[in-house]
DNA sequence: GAAATAGTGTCTGTTAGACATTATTTC
DNA sequence: GAAATAATGTCTAACAGACACTATTTC
């Protein structure tokens, strides 16, 4: 095959599309600017030939793409789905002790085939004008409401057949939204939304040899559960104290499991890192395996570019911060250590927490500079 | 706008294709089993219901999918792109020297429009019943011959106007192939194909604040140089000494240099981190910013996982393996620090290098065990 | 005063950086 | 013996883990 991009030499280019169907493929103007930004922040540049080169059949650049032929080789839907992480915890039976926190994600009740009644991610279609970040902004807003967050692209998943239906490849996001009272819109499916506390935890390790390579396999369990789900937008739209502290009601609590399998194969040179889903109970497409790598890659983050912080309010104790990280890393913390390591990120304020049934403490902000260097 | 996913409810659905156009668009049997891996390693396990429960319109999973019409929305074309990565070394004048080594980049001229006679990336497009890894992957083979390697998804390009002619996102990959001879493949296009030594260096560095916010600026100097590229496959396949090194010719070189800007902004709460091409000179498309990606994920990965072990031929020094890390890196390392970290991650061999000029330095292999546990 | 958290001090073992020293081969 | 690299030793500063201890508020 030839190494030509989007010439769709070797998939057959010659049966033109009714132009009725492209109108939403743009053109952008090209004299002199190559693949620009659009909208976002500014243009990229370039200095190529302002199209005075003649191909091989004689044409200039104009010429070529005003001849250009999409071509009606099959392509694929791509959507954008979305982790959304929150940390948020439970109002505690006991007065004095604090709240435990834990890790959320959003998700939708599936109201149609296929995966009708599972559970799935939110997403949608990236359109012909926008960008994939675009799209997963706008279902963000669209989902949550919130629109100034940590937004980043996490994987492209493209397995034949995840999607029955067609063909659809999948570009998931992870957003991560502060504790504070977290307003589910009231779109036309907000009643199917709803957070799942999340674990997501070893669960076995193995290793086989395999002439002259290795296997290493581990095997995760991811369990989501989330009350009062499907008591409709009341439950999604309560939102938290200011404190992010919410009640729970463990009537009607739904559990979701997936057992994720991690293989890491290593034979001579080659070297693969695959996601398998080996058991799914309530998650709708390979969204196990999306939430999957957007834990792994938020702790990840956590642990080398503190990107919890992005998960706090205003003013947060050291307490709070260490929880959220403690919820998201899913281990314990010493907290001299913890402090030690967290200061240079945060700046004191003269405030402090009051009538809490023991000492207050001292609020912190984000500090301006000291954080959010992502190398 | 809705959360469903697929249902392309937003963007019309209800005209449908011509059936000839869907050929290629795969339904697979999903009574009982969801997103399948297809070919590769196994099925993901799914536990969901076979299929009786009805939607609201009162059809089974199996009634759906038979209606199921895919809408004649705008579809993008996704293509795989690859950075593949090597390290190679040149012939030293001095006999008694070590030759330096330097980290190159595989990339094509482009024979037509757009960007005529631009560098681009080799890449493909995706087809209709292949992942974009094995799109990836079979773009590699057809490329460099080569076949187990590293590789490994690093992000999706999806701005507007990124290719004049059409919609296209493209699925960038990295891969890593050792310094061995490399055989790039006799295609309709390999006359056209080159190794280009790479240098992207810091170029300067700003800090902006405004209302609440920061934003942190980075400018990066992509610069890319070939030798004797254009003579033909010859150069392409000459390929490279058991020990990683080849002759150079000064006398026609290339250069290709860009301007990366990385932006992180970060204002109250929000966050993002673009990448923007400030300046370009002889790479297609956003194909600067796609080996700026790279080369960042690859030093990232080779500081924190020991990637550069990959690089390596079935043996090696203590020292080759240093330059390798020094090439990727763009930076001296200690001797003594760096081989207190290498010893866990290889294994001694009985073998001595000979007749360098100097001391013989013991060969090396790999560890069997001890690395590429990417956390 | 009991219960709880807030906040600090300090010991210790590990590790990265820096530099110095010795060893060995080829020509 | 000169030139080069190979290989190891050791001092130090920084840092993470571990644990103990003091402080302060609310009820």
Redesign the interface.
């Known amino acids: 095959?030839?190494?030509?991009?989007?010439?769709?030499s070797?998939?057959g280019k010659e049966n033109g599309l009714d132009p009725e169907?492209?109108?939403?493929?743009?053109?952008?103007d090209?004299s002199g600017n190559?693949?620009?930004?659009?909208?976002?922040?500014?243009e990229?540049?370039?200095?190529?030939?302002p199209g005075t080169?003649r191909?091989?059949d004689g044409?200039?650049?104009e010429e070529?793409?005003a001849a250009?032929d999409?071509g009606?080789?099959?392509?694929?839907?791509?959507?954008a789905?979305m982790v959304i992480f929150t940390v948020a915890g439970d109002k505690e039976a006991n007065y004095r002790k604090l709240p435990k926190r834990s890790l959320r994600v959003l998700l939708?009740r599936?109201?149609?085939?296929?995966?009708?009644?599972?559970w799935?991610l939110?997403?949608?279609?990236?359109?012909?004008?926008?960008?994939?970040?675009q799209a997963a902004a706008?279902?963000l807003r669209?989902?949550t409401g919130v629109?100034?967050?940590?937004?980043?692209?996490l994987?492209?998943f493209?397995?034949?057949?995840?999607?029955?239906?067609?063909?659809?490849?999948?570009?998931a996001y992870m957003a991560l939204v502060?504790s504070r009272g977290l307003d589910v819109r009231a779109?036309?499916?907000a009643d199917?939304?709803a957070w799942f506390e999340l674990t997501y935890r070893l669960q076995g390790d193995s290793?086989e040899?395999l002439g002259g390579g290795?296997v290493?396999t581990r095997r995760y369990e991811l369990r989501l559960t989330s009350f009062g789900a499907g008591s409709g937008e009341a439950e999604a739209r309560r939102g938290n104290g200011a404190d992010g502290t919410e009640s729970t009601d463990e009537a009607d609590a739904i559990e979701l499991t997936a057992?994720v399998e991690r293989?890491?194969t290593?034979?001579?040179?080659?070297?693969?890192?695959?996601y398998?889903?080996?058991?799914?109970?309530?998650l709708?497409?390979?969204h196990a395996?999306m939430i999957a790598m957007a834990i792994?890659r938020l702790r990840?983050r956590v642990e080398r570019d503190e990107l919890a912080l992005?998960l706090m309010p205003e003013r947060f104790t050291l307490t709070q911060l260490q929880q959220v990280y403690e919820a998201i890393l899913d281990r314990e913390l010493l907290k001299a250590a913890f402090r030690r390591k967290a200061e240079p990120l945060v700046e004191k304020t003269d405030e402090y927490t009051e009538h809490a049934g023991h000492r207050p403490s001292r609020l912190y902000r984000r500090s301006?500079?000291e954080w959010?260097?992502?190398?």
Chains 1, 2 share one sequence.
């Open positions: 095959m030839t190494q030509e991009r989007a010439e769709g070797s998939l169907k492209r109108n939403g493929a743009e053109k952008p090209h190559g693949s620009g930004k659009s909208g976002r922040s500014g990229d540049a370039d200095k190529r030939s080169a191909d091989a044409r200039t650049e070529f793409l250009y999409v009606d080789y099959e392509r694929p839907s791509v959507a789905d939708i599936r109201g149609g085939h296929p995966y009708l009644g599972s799935a939110p997403g949608g279609f990236v359109r012909p004008n926008e960008t994939a970040d706008r279902e669209e989902e629109d100034r967050v940590y937004l980043e692209q994987h492209t493209s397995d034949v057949g995840r999607d029955p239906r067609t063909w659809v490849m999948s570009c502060d779109g036309d499916d199917r939304a290793r040899r290795v290493h057992i293989r890491l290593r034979t001579n040179g080659a070297s693969t890192d695959e398998r889903i080996a058991d799914n109970d309530g709708a497409f390979d395996k792994e990840m992005h301006r500079e959010g260097d992502y190398r």
